[in-house]
């Protein structure tokens, strides 16, 4: 119990945009991170980066699940994309089992949440140039 209120803590006290984002998951290949940030409606989201030790290709990949998923959805082909090399970013978008989901409707996933999520992906990643995957 007492790790677990660390961790809120801890998520409350970087609030959006830490510096190295939240570890999720440590493997020999790769990391996993979170990180939180503001859509461009104001609404909290987040992102996990699968990050590879050694990068096979520059460009990353971000992935966009679809409305009735989240971020963590698309956890095994993140893994395996990032023990081959490829860097991942998995978005979290509001949909019908999204965060802050009152009043949703779809043209908040395509005029909100997808922009500034790849922006963001865009930011941390450093590169102007990502890759797509989505699917529903």
Known sequence: MEETKRIVSLEHEVS????EGILIREEKNYSVRRFNYASEDGKGLYLLRYLPKKKAMR???VGL???????ESLDFLASYLACHGIEFFSLELRG?????NDGWHLGHYWHYDLPKGIAVAKKISKEQKIFGLGFS
């Not at 699940?65 to 971020?71: N, P």
């Open 59 to 61: 460009e990353p990949v």
């Open 96 to 100: 019908r089992k999204g965060p802050q």
């Open 16 to 19: 959006y945009w830490p510096n």
């Open 65 to 71: 699940h679809g409305i009735a998923q989240r971020a």
